[in-house]
């Protein structure tokens, strides 16, 4: 089994609706997006094209930072979902250097949403989840996973552009979204071999 | 990273196409320069100071490293946990970089001690404290070469750099420990001399080549060459690297070869090498860019029959 | 988050407030705690997904700057960026202060109550409290252009709002108008994927447009001449259009005498030509098909059908000639033809076994389009392109949303339809709850305004130049009900209540169908909007609070009274006039009285939403009526330009919003979690500027730049360069730019684009200029 998935980059219409609902999910801290969505425009006046990237961990088969994390607090599991253990991270931020996919995320200090005020209700519990100074990432919601649910931004998406499921199953929905439509991956060139696939726009 | 700058700053970084990195190299991020640069001067100076019989270097050498630890630490986001670091050397540059620093200081403390130095084990720990000398010597070159991310840091030539860095640090070091202390005589001061310009000049061919690689070695890469010579980091490449790192240490030693060298100027040619030696890490840590998540959309492909070789 | 709890753990049912369509969702609460708001999966408003606004609630909710507690002003002096210095007092004080104040007004002259809400509030405040205390001003802050839409809706398509077939359309072109976001997200999704090609009619790449195979920048206010240009190609020079349609389902037939009207038999029936008996019959006869081209004579007068005088009207409409858009004639020419062979006229499609016309290609118009003060024109333009091709209220064309309701099957209700005039025309009223408010002037009928209840509209922003929203109410006695200390309450509220927000409040039915954007085929749905958790610290409900007023006021029979008429209560379920009735007994009846004793609020607190399957004469009722639409061509001589297309010295670019998916009006930027989505995306807190047309101008990409409108007015900003820009365009994503001390997330982030528009004291057709001439430099 490999857990994968599927963009699929025509429905998708670049509303951000994933970057929250993964923020939703975890309860992150301010300016750390586990998902999130960039913007490329292509062409010129009139002839210009927009499209809406979005972005998370990549879950490569060959991920450069499982290999250089110093503590292995960077593991891939044998679904090929990759974890970090907050407990065994040091925070060398090593893994952020060789990610090409700027997935990794780490915060120093304890911000809030409200600066002054605090964390509100919802944050203090959001929080307590998350410690400072380790790093973090898009984990493909291996909780809700774990149960058998889907993670959070695929089950929210508001154009279903995205599909989850195992790469390894050709009847599998991610399957066949891959070999009927075409689809492309990120930085193929670098080897890293990702689990995230693309359909194009 | 605090408050509201840095929470806007790396907002705006999402959209970048060429995003700088930021997280070894603000803030905090400076201890890592500051660690690796101690690193390679102590490890490099540990050398010399073998080689050239210097006992006072031996220790000044050993405590360099040992702020390169402590720089080291005090970068962690959890220091506590330091330890860890050492359990995957065999993946891990930066774990193999802590068992060179360790097996360095197990083998360099005993051997630091004139007694232990003239006794029978003194040929065994200084072979042990070379060893870590080469690792750390050569360990955050390859911390750097590895990432496929940052181009600028992908190429073979930069744990070269490194090397012949940290051996001139190690030289630049000396020079100005033993500007010091050849006031109290015994230390042979030209030979080191010799020595260090050689390597000064070496280490200006390597960095040209490096620019010049780099930026044949795609965007980002030229991009952060471009930063170097021409953007943000270029007054710290013109006046550290280039300025205090070779054309002062050069053009003094020169000066020095036809003239006579004082002790005064030994210690400024050594001081503004350590200051160019500084830099060019700086420099180098600063430019480092990433590639660029996607420009042009690839095609796409069906995977089809390459999906065992595509990894699926 | 996740939560896991052993104690209080519960999945609340609900409706988002976060914009007016009104998704389901479900609310977790853990141990009293709200920890994560999603989609509820059984609602068919969103189908258990939610945009980024519906799961930022929590954001909302929890925000620290909310009002808590009632506040009177403690600075007498009034204006824009004064320090209201607020005074907490209790509810008790507030209410006494307002009750003497409407008690004042209701005896002297009851209009001089104005009162301004949101689209997404209550419709009890607008459809009850206002009627009963005798006030016609009641208003809604919309977007410009609302009117114009919603006439547009009314007249042609027998409800409030249209939306695309997304079932069928496979051709989709698109004025200013947003298909790909919304309740109606994944079924135009499935549409892009089958094949449905999309072109998009707007000044600048907006997030809508992303999604169109072709972006055909146009000059902002010059959609109706392009709209025009297309019709008279189409009936002109193609001779594409739906003969069929327009005979059977417009006045197309309808003769016209040289005065304008239309030529009736003696009781005033319309007539139309019969061609087998070469005369005049009663348009309601049966009989041969009815001409719709010609000339006529009827009692000595030439009388020629309306579809003759319509293309007659848009002959002068060369695509050549199309200045106003800056598309060159021969795009124009080609989709037009592209539009009109989409379309398929005669086409078929067979659905549960019945046979009905199929029209795969549709014109939406959206505020883009109709955001000028050539609203209507422009408006009824773009409709009759899907008018003359048969493409309105069939599987495949714009549809109105849930024109037809046949009712739940057990009860029968609610029950509505198109109903026929007596021309034979859809009847077309206006209902106070769904009058849009566009402009407002300050020379009101009945003299000045003495008391205004802003409902979390925010004039001072919502409206364009707050310095005219100053003088216009510095004098009255002004109750801001609102989220925050927002604009209006700062420069003018006396006393402030703090209102419950979505997450925290009752409503009963709050989004009723024919608001519902999900046209054609899918579920009813009918929800109950219920807090999550109680109010927080001392907010209210405002329903509540005008209960509780109407009754110190001794409007409470009155309001009792309207209650049963706004949601057409009969005994046993009316209320009765002498009675006092809590707000949950209230919501009780109107569920109960609708969908039976089984399923009053106590059903949907539990369930939350009750759906059944809607039937094909429910979803597409133009082949199954009689009812006929008015081309209304007499409307389109009157299109212009836009103001702001007329070019002035200095000011040589037109500046418009656009609006974003992740962002409702202006508010929803004080929450973290969406300023956070707009300060990581490219362009919307930013000014966007064509890239050639920045650079003539000396300005780079991220520079601070103003941009000052003919009005006087200026904004700041950066500036973004683009190439996704017209290049005589300025776009201003939505309506940031606050100010208020009372948002502080919000403060300063984006520009606030309503200050560059003007109100003009004259008569306005159904909408402000939404857009403005400017001019832009750098700071």
């Given at each position: 089994m490999r857990q994968g998935m599927v963009i699929d980059l025509k429905r998708c219409i670049g509303c951000f609706a994933c970057q929250v609902a993964c923020k939703a999910e975890h309860g992150t801290r301010p300016g750390t997006m586990w998902a999130r969505v960039v913007k490329r425009e292509y062409g010129s006046f009139p002839n210009v094209r927009r499209v809406s990237l979005p972005l998370l961990c990549m879950h490569c088969r060959k991920a450069p930072c499982v290999e250089v994390c110093p503590t292995g607090a960077t593991r891939k599991r044998p679904d090929g979902i990759v974890t970090i253990d907050a407990e065994k991270c040091v925070g060398c931020r090593y893994c952020m250097m060789v990610c090409p996919y700027g997935s990794r995320h780490y915060q120093d200090d304890a911000s809030t949403y409200f600066p002054g005020q605090g964390p509100n209700p919802y944050e203090a519990l959001a929080y307590a989840q998350h410690s400072t100074g380790v790093v973090e990432k898009c984990d493909f919601c291996v909780e809700r996973v774990d149960r058998g649910l889907q993670p959070a931004c695929v089950v929210n998406c508001p154009t279903r552009a995205r599909t989850f499921g195992d790469l390894h199953d050709r009847g599998s929905e991610v399957s066949r979204l891959i070999d009927e439509r075409g689809a492309f991956r990120l930085h193929e060139e670098l080897e890293t071999c990702p689990s995230v696939f693309y359909l194009p726009p | 990273m605090p408050s509201a700058d840095a929470f806007r700053q790396r907002l705006t970084d999402l959209n970048l196409a060429y995003r700088p990195q930021r997280e070894w190299i603000e803030g905090r991020g400076l201890l890592v320069v500051a660690a690796h640069f101690f690193s390679g001067v102590g490890a490099g100076a540990w050398l010399f100071s073998v080689a050239l019989n210097f006992d006072a270097g031996l220790v000044i050498s050993l405590a360099v490293v040992g702020l390169a630890g402590a720089a080291h630490l005090a970068f962690l986001g959890r220091w506590q946990r330091f330890w860890r670091i050492a359990l995957r050397p065999h993946s891990s540059w930066i774990s193999r970089g802590l068992w060179g620093l360790v097996i360095l200081l197990v083998g360099a403390i005993p051997y630091a001690v004139p007694a232990v130095r003239d006794s029978v084990i003194g040929p065994l720990v200084l072979g042990v404290s070379l060893a870590g000398m080469a690792v750390v010597l050569a360990y955050h070159g390859f911390v750097y070469a590895v990432s496929r991310a940052i181009p600028f840091w992908r190429l073979p030539l930069l744990p070269v750099l490194y090397i012949a860095y940290g051996l001139r640090g190690g030289a630049a070091l000396l020079l100005v420990a033993g500007a010091v202390a050849s006031a109290r005589g015994g230390f042979n001061i030209d030979l080191l001399e010799v020595i260090k310009l050689w390597v000064v000049v070496s280490s200006a061919v390597l960095v040209l080549l490096y620019l010049v690689l780099a930026r044949g070695a795609g965007g980002a890469a030229r991009r952060s060459a471009g930063e170097l010579v021409a953007g943000k980091v270029s007054p710290a490449f013109y006046g550290g690297v280039v300025f205090l790192g070779l054309v002062v240490p050069i053009v003094l030693g020169a000066i020095g070869a036809t003239t006579g060298v004082s002790r005064g100027l030994l210690a400024v040619i050594g001081l503004s090498s350590l200051a160019g030696d500084f830099y060019i890490k700086y420099c180098i840590v600063k430019a480092g860019i990433y590639s660029p998540i996607v420009e042009e959309l690839p095609a796409a492909r069906r995977y089809g029959t390459r999906r065992a070789a595509a990894g699926l | 988050m996740t939560s896991i709890s052993d104690g209080e753990d519960v999945w609340v049912p609900s409706v988002c407030g976060m914009c007016p369509d009104g998704c389901g969702i479900l609310v977790h609460r853990v141990d009293g705690v709200a920890t994560k708001i999603e989609g509820n999966p059984k609602s068919p408003l969103g189908r258990g997904r939610l945009c980024a606004r519906g799961l930022a609630g929590i954001q909302l909710l929890y925000d620290p700057y909310r009002l808590n507690q009632p506040l009177r002003r403690g600075n007498p002096e009034k204006g824009i960026g004064v320090d209201p210095r607020w005074q907490p007092i209790s509810w008790h004080e507030a209410l006494q202060a307002i009750v003497e104040r409407l008690n004042r007004v209701r005896a002297e002259d009851p209009r001089r109550l104005v009162f301004c809400g949101t689209p997404t509030s209550s419709p009890f405040a607008l459809g009850v409290f206002m009627p009963a205390f005798g006030s016609p001003n009641a208003f809604v802050s919309d977007r410009p252009g609302a009117s114009a839409e919603q006439m547009l809706a009314r007249t042609?398509?027998?409800?409030?709002r249209t939306g695309p077939d997304a079932d069928f359309c496979q051709y989709l072109l698109l004025f200013g108008a947003d298909c790909t976001s919304g309740v109606v997200a994944e079924r135009m999704a499935d549409a892009r994927v089958r094949g449905m090609r999309v072109v998009a009619v707007e000044p600048f790449l907006s997030p809508a447009a992303e999604k169109a195979d072709e972006w055909l920048p146009i000059r902002p206010g010059g959609e109706g001449a392009l709209a025009c240009a297309m019709l008279n190609l189409l009936l002109n020079e193609y001779r594409i259009f739906d003969a069929e349609y327009i005979r059977r389902h417009t006045d197309g037939p309808y003769l016209v005498r040289p005065d304008g009207a239309y030529a009736g038999d003696a009781s005033g029936k319309p007539l139309v030509w019969d061609e087998a008996a070469d005369g005049v019959r009663r348009?309601?006869?049966?009989?041969?098909d009815a001409a719709i081209e010609g000339t006529y004579a009827v009692e000595g007068e030439e009388c020629r059908p309306v579809f003759e005088l319509l293309r007659e009207a848009v002959r002068r409409w060369a695509p050549e000639a199309a200045d106003a858009t800056t598309i060159p004639a021969e795009t124009i020419r080609r989709i037009a033809r592209e539009f009109g062979e989409a379309a398929r006229i005669d086409g078929t499609v067979s659905i549960d076994g019945r046979e009905l016309p199929l029209r795969p290609a549709m014109a939406v118009g959206g505020p883009g389009a109709y955001g000028h003060d050539n609203a209507w024109p422009t408006a009824l333009a773009i409709a009759l392109l899907n008018q003359v091709v048969g493409a309105s209220d069939v599987p495949g064309g714009l549809l109105g949303c849930s024109p037809v309701s046949l009712g739940h099957p057990e009860t029968g209700l609610p029950r509505w339809g198109p109903a026929a005039d007596g021309d034979g025309l859809v009847q077309a009223e206006l209902t106070p709850e769904n009058q849009g408010w566009s402009a407002f002037d300050e020379r009101f009928a009945f003299g000045r305004p003495e008391v205004l209840i802003d409902y979390g509209s925010n004039l001072f922003m919502s409206v364009g130049g707050p310095d005219r929203c100053l003088e216009a109410f510095k004098d009255c006695f002004v109750v801001s009900v609102s989220l925050y200390s927002d604009e209006t309450a700062e420069a003018l509220a006396d006393v402030v209540l703090p209102d419950a927000c979505y997450l925290e409040g009752l409503d009963p039915l709050p989004n009723l169908p024919q608001q519902q954007p999900a046209a054609g085929r899918g579920d009813w749905a009918y929800q109950l909007r219920q807090p999550a958790v109680p109010p927080l610290f001392q907010r209210r409900h405002f329903a509540e609070v005008l209960l509780e007023i109407g009754e110190r006021l001794g409007t409470a029979d009155a309001m009792n009274v309207q209650f049963n008429l706004l949601y057409g209560l009969r005994p046993p379920q009316a209320l009765d006039p002498d009675e006092r009735y809590s707000w949950e007994e209230m919501a009780d009846r109107i569920y109960q009285g609708w969908f039976g004793p089984e399923r009053g609020l106590a059903w949907f607190r539990r369930n939350g939403v009750l759906t059944w399957p809607k039937r094909l004469e429910e979803a597409y009722w133009r082949p199954f009526g009689q009812v006929r639409v008015p081309l209304s061509y007499e409307w389109l001589s009157d299109w212009q330009p836009c103001r702001a297309q007329q070019a002035q010295i200095g000011f040589d670019l037109q500046a418009i919003s656009y609006s974003v998916p992740w962002q409702s009006a202006s508010q929803t930027c004080e929450n973290p979690w969406l300023d956070e989505v707009s300060q990581s995306e490219p362009y919307s807190y930013f000014i966007c500027l064509n890239a050639c047309t920045a650079a003539a101008k000396g300005i780079a990409d991220g520079d601070a730049v103003w941009v000052e409108s003919t009005s006087g007015r200026r904004v700041r900003g950066r500036a973004r360069l683009s190439d996704g820009v017209h290049p005589e365009v300025v776009a201003i994503a939505g309506n940031g730019g606050h100010w208020a001390r009372g948002m502080p997330v919000a403060r300063g982030q984006g520009v606030f684009f309503n200050a560059l528009l003007s109100l003009d004291p004259e008569p306005i057709p159904l909408s402000i200029d939404g857009d403005a001439r400017v001019r832009v430099y750098k700071e």
């Open positions: - | - | 042609l398509h027998a409800s409030v348009f309601d006869e049966d009989g041969a």
